[in-house]
C-alpha cells in the first residue's frame, strides 16, 4: 500500500508532535503492509507560494534518522485553497507530491460546491491537478458535485477509514466509492492509530473488492508517485461490518474525527 495523505512530518501541525511518534507510526505502517508515506502537513495556498516552509526542512531532517527500513518515505503538503494558487506553486512543485503535477488540496468543511469548482479550476490553470483530500468530509459533497469536479481533471482522494465509519461522512465516502468517484484511498494519520490496513482487509473479504482496494490504496497512489496517470476505479457497493457500526454508534474506534 501506499499512503498519500498524513500528518507525520514532526511538530509543524495538528498532526505528530515528535520524530519518535512520527517514527512509531511509520513502524507500524511498515508491519502493515505500507510500502510508502508521503508527508503532507497543512499549508495555507497564501504561503505556499513561497515553496517549503523552513520549519518543514528542518522537521524533514530531524525524521528522516528515525525513520524505519521498508518504507519509503516522500514530501508534499495538503494546501488549504484560502485563495487562488500562485503560479509559482506549479513552477516550483516544492509542495506537490513527490515533486510531481498533483497537488492535495483541502477546504473549509461549510464551503460551497461553487467555490471549489473556482478554486480547482485556478488550479489546473497554472498547470497541476489537484487531488481533493477528502471530499466526503465537505457538507457540499454529493456524487453529483464530484462528477462536476472531477469533470474538470480534478481526483478524489477518500479517507479510508472514514470508509468503515456509520456516520454520515462514512456514508458519503462510500457513495463516492459507489458510483465509482474515488481515485485514491488514504490513511490522513495524525500519529494516532488511523491507518489503512483495517480497510484494506475489509474490501478483500468483500467479493470484488481485492481489485478496488488495490486500485484505490496501491496502484493509483503510486501512479501519481511517478506523475502518471491513475486507473478508473470501479464502482464498488462497500459495505461496513455490524461491529463498526455499533462502535461509531457509541463513539469509539469508528467515530469520525476532524
Known sequence: MFDLHSHLLPGV?????TPEQSAAVLARFAQQGVAGVCL?????????????PAAHVAAWEALRPLAPTGI????????????????????????????????????????????VTQALTRVLEVGLVPVVAHPERYACCSPHTVRQWRALG???QVDGPTLLSPR???VRARELVEHGLADIGAGDNHGDERGLKEVWDEFHGQAGGG??????????????????????VPPFSFRIPMLDIVRGLFGGRSAERS
Not at 13 to 17: H, I, L, Q, R, V
Not at 211 to 232: M, Y
Open 154 to 156: 480534478a481526483l478524489m
Open 13 to 17: 501541525d495538528d498532526g505528530a508532535k
Open 40 to 52: 503532507t502537513p497543512h499549508l495555507l495556498a497564501s504561503a505556499a507560494a513561497a515553496g517549503m
Open 72 to 115: 519509503v518515505l516522500y514530501r508534499g503538503a495538503e494546501v488549504m485553497l484560502d485563495r487562488p494558487l500562485d503560479e509559482r506553486v506549479a513552477r516550483d512543485r516544492a509542495v506537490t507530491l513527490n515533486g510531481t503535477r498533483y497537488l492535495l488540496v483541502e477546504f473549509p468543511r461549510a464551503v460551497a460546491s461553487g467555490t
Open 168 to 170: 454520515s461522512r462514512g
Open 211 to 232: 481489485l478496488v482496494a488495490q486500485l484505490l490504496f496501491r496502484k493509483n497512489p503510486e501512479s501519481l508517485l511517478a506523475d502518471e496517470v491513475p486507473a478508473p
